[in-house]
T-cell receptor, first 106, second 112 residues
Framework: QQPVQSPQAVILREGEDAVINCSSSKALYSVHWYRQKHGEAPVFLMILLKGGEQKGHEKISASFNEKKQQSSLYLTASQLSYSGTYFCGTGNQFYFGTGTSLTVIP | EAQVTQNPRYLITVTGKKLTVTCSQNMNHEYMSWYRQDPGLGLRQIYYSMNVEVTDKGDVPEGYKVSRKEKRNFPLILESPSPNQTSLYFC???????????FGPGTRLTVT
């Protein structure tokens, strides 16, 4: 029931783009995205509520396709501060995804 | 300042000694939840509460108890801790289910 994320890990140079995917075997009615830096608590990024909805947060945006039970997080022109582990999540009984470790290097 | 507080932040205890980790929020949130985070397993929900006196099991509730007698507090109780409960624990709250969750700073528990 835990959403599966891909890739598991990615290393980027500053300014490069990345896509993180989240896929569920169960119907998705909404998707949350969080970022967790090492040694800290997860921090909310955004929620997507409707099929095909896209939202943006600075240079981070996301899409949600409820028919495919998938969501994708897009990071453009990555900055050093984007480093961390990204989690998708869903449900009243909340399930976090498997996580994607993203490292941005100079 | 809007926040979720947890205490203690660090705890080392022995097998079988009952303990309580407190969680409090000052945002008048309806929904509160406990998670544990383990390397390679990610964040897993232990229990959640949709409102006062309403609690439900999450994905990994075995060995834990919770109570929600007041809206602001949601303590996590380990009646008889075991070494496999060594983990990093997070409390979180949100306005309602399916709203953004605000996390506490975490409690690192070691059971020997």
């Amino acid at each position: 029931q835990q959403p599966v994320q891909s890739p598991q890990a990615v290393i980027l140079r500053e300014g490069e783009d990345a896509v993180i995917n989240c896929s569920s075997s169960k119907a998705l009615y909404s998707v949350h995205w969080y970022r967790q830096k090492h040694g800290e608590a997860p921090v909310f990024l955004m929620i997507l509520l409707k099929g095909g909805e896209q939202k943006g947060h600075e240079k981070i945006s996301a899409s949600f396709n409820e028919k495919k039970q998938q969501s994708s997080l897009y990071l453009t022109a990555s900055q050093l501060s984007y480093s961390g582990t990204y989690f998708c999540g869903t449900g009243n009984q909340f399930y976090f995804g498997t996580g994607t470790s993203l490292t941005v290097i100079p | 300042e809007a926040q979720v507080t947890q205490n203690p932040r660090y705890l080392i205890t022995v097998t079988g000694k009952k303990l309580t980790v407190t969680c409090s929020q000052n945002m008048n949130h309806e929904y509160m939840s406990w998670y544990r985070q383990d390397p390679g397993l990610g964040l897993r929900q232990i229990y959640y509460s949709m409102n006062v006196e309403v609690t439900d099991k999450g994905d990994v509730p075995e060995g834990y108890k919770v109570s929600r007698k007041e809206k602001r507090n949601f303590p996590l109780i380990l009646e008889s801790p075991s070494p496999n409960q060594t983990s990093l624990y997070f409390c979180a709250s949100s306005f309602a289910s399916n709203y953004e969750q605000y996390f506490g700073p975490g409690t690192r528990l070691t059971v020997t």
